[in-house]
């Protein structure tokens, strides 16, 4: 007999999985070649991220045992403490069942765009080019909106600050900080100690304390090196006690060909800060243009104290075909999860641009949740951004996120062909005569509630997912779903028995089944059905909650009917 972890390479060709429906206290894990069976999982994993279909729905009926994927014999615990759990990729899974990814639902606001080019220092702005959001938070302190964003002049721009105290109706406060465009009488922000203008300003996502003179960090793109020289491509850090006079820190990196548009966040695993920003391969190989090998893609860096940066490092390229350029993408850190905003270019046929979501646990292994598919599309015909949507920023109040973003209505093409303007939409013509009419870009504001990036839609019959070994050390489960039927959760025993029944007389391969133990108490027959729409619906069972099973590893399996969950959380 073959040893248990035999592989022959030579195997014929394996016959389609086989399930046992005789055995409903068996789970059939899979007729592979244990090898092969190990691969062809990896590989459907990464699969189902990147086509974000798990798996169709059907007519079918609820099997009377579960067929897995899992369990692997060496697969420890994940420890997640009392972090939330978002479901925007299967980090957390090891099985599924007839479930599919979506997005959440992003509502653009009725009264966009929210915050334009109408002040007399932004005339040139309103003519030309207009602004873009560089930043955005919610200040819990003083209970404001507080919005950072460049003015778009073709001699160049710098970044204005406004306010408001529900999003979307802002005040430009007249800050006398810096002369542009011939007056004082503006919002604009300066830079110490140089008194120049703040350019391509954005805030370092550090959520530790600091001293009051140091509120807020950022990072920019303004080309003064610390010694006070110009220099072109170079990435500095200042700090600020009310976000509207900045003061330039020693260090800083160069930003490389076309890298602005930066991100940064402080991430508490790493301990190490990590920067994302652009680079353009047609501004460092021009001669490449003509040949239509220019290319648009995301680099990363680290730094311990934001002075020091590691060398550049590819982080993320466009992964569709539809959109091969990716021109900026705004980066956030939230639950262990690296959710990138990308700004989606499609630059030599339409020069339309959408934000598309992308999510890694790594900031290196990018994943779309829901390929093809537009976080934050184009608008309708006629409206604002019906030809350009990118630059997101993000502001988180209570329960709700606001995504400020600009939009607009020209093309960002490299094409000979020119452009027609008709006075309802932008388009380009082969062969004919066009004529562009200049529209500003100008911001809009889309919201989303909590945490609901992306989530797993069970639709009729049922559908089902079940997760990891996960270490239990909270108290009650609570789950960010949307529930039109029914919802109920169970609590699988980690330590599963696997056997290998050995090689079969007929193929090459290995037979391998499981036994499959629920927690007394905490099946979904002994789930309280969870319906309706909440953030935060707690989980009961006639056992308890999930408290009494402190300090074991146990596997939850969700089972919906009409139900999307979007995060998890054991507090």
């Excluded at 979506?102 to 080019?129: C, F, I, M, T």
């Excluded at 909590?450 to 997912?465: T, V």
């Amino acid at each position: 007999m073959k040893p248990k972890n035999h592989t022959d390479h030579q195997e014929r060709k394996p016959r389609p999985v086989r399930l046992r429906r005789n055995a409903p206290e068996w789970a059939v894990i899979g007729i592979l070649p244990r090898e092969r069976k190990c691969r062809f999982l990896r590989a459907a994993t990464r699969l189902a991220l990147g086509i974000c279909v798990l798996a169709p729905a059907s007519s079918q009926s609820w099997p009377q045992e579960w067929v897995s994927l899992g369990p692997q014999e060496s697969e420890t615990p994940l420890r997640i403490g009392r972090q939330a759990q978002l479901l925007m990729d299967n980090h957390v899974l090891c099985d599924w069942w007839q479930v599919r990814r979506v997005l959440g639902p992003v509502r653009k606001h009725s009264d966009n765009p929210v915050l334009q080019a109408d002040r007399d220092w932004e005339r040139h702005s309103a003519k030309y080019l207009g602004v873009q959001p560089t930043a955005a938070i919610y200040d819990e302190r003083e209970q404001i909106f507080k919005l950072w964003y460049t003015v778009l002049q073709p001699e160049g721009g710098g970044t204005a600050y406004a306010t408001s105290s529900d999003g979307i109706h802002w005040t430009k406060p007249i800050l006398g900080l810096i002369e542009f465009a011939g007056t004082r009488s503006n919002n604009l922000c300066r830079l110490e100690p140089f008194g120049r203008l703040v350019r391509g300003l954005r805030l370092v996502q550090d959520p530790r304390e600091r001293s009051p003179d140091r509120r807020y960090l950022a990072i920019g793109t303004w080309p003064v090196h610390p010694d006070g020289t110009w220099y072109a491509g170079w990435a500095g850090v200042a700090y600020s006690s009310d976000g509207v006079s900045w003061h330039q820190i020693e260090g800083g990196f160069r930003d490389g060909a076309g890298g602005d548009r930066p991100s940064c966040v402080w991430d508490e695993r790493l301990q190490r800060y990590v920067s994302f920003h652009r680079q353009l391969t047609e501004r460092a190989l021009p001669e490449r243009i003509e040949a239509h090998g220019l290319k648009r893609y995301i680099v990363r860096q680290e730094s311990a104290d934001l002075k020091k940066w590691s060398p550049r490092q590819t982080a993320f390229n466009s992964m569709d075909s539809d959109w091969p350029h990716i021109e900026s993408m705004s980066v956030y850190l939230r639950h262990g999860v690296y959710i990138g905003l990308a700004a989606m270019l499609d630059i030599q046929r339409t020069g339309r641009m959408e934000v598309h979501l992308a999510a890694s646990r790594d900031g290196f292994d990018w994943r779309n949740p829901c390929p093809g598919r537009a976080f934050i599309p184009l608008g309708a015909p006629g409206d604002f951004d019906d030809t350009l949507v990118y630059g997101c920023q993000l502001a988180t109040r209570g329960d709700l996120m606001y995504i400020y973003y600009a939009g607009a209505r020209y093309s960002h093409a490299y094409t000979p062909e020119p452009i027609v303007d008709d006075g309802g939409s932008i388009r380009h013509v082969p062969g004919g005569k066009g004529q562009l009419q200049f529209r500003p870009n100008r911001i809009g504001l889309a919201t989303l509630e909590a945490d609901r990036f992306a989530g797993l839609r069970a639709d009729e019959p049922l559908g089902a997912f079940l997760t990891r070994p996960l270490y239990i050390e909270g108290e009650e489960l609570y789950v960010n779903a949307s529930v039109d039927r029914e919802l109920r959760v169970e609590v699988v025993d980690a330590a599963w028995d696997v056997s290998d029944s050995g090689p079969k007389e007929d193929w090459t391969g290995h037979y391998v089944v499981g036994t499959e133990r629920l927690v007394p108490g905490f099946s979904r027959k002994d789930c309280q059905a969870i319906i309706g729409d909440s953030l935060r619906h707690c989980v009961r069972w006639k056992g308890g909650s999930i408290g009494k099973l402190k300090g074991r590893s146990v596997r939850l399996r969700f089972i919906g009917r009409l139900a999307t969950v979007y995060a998890f959380q054991i507090q």
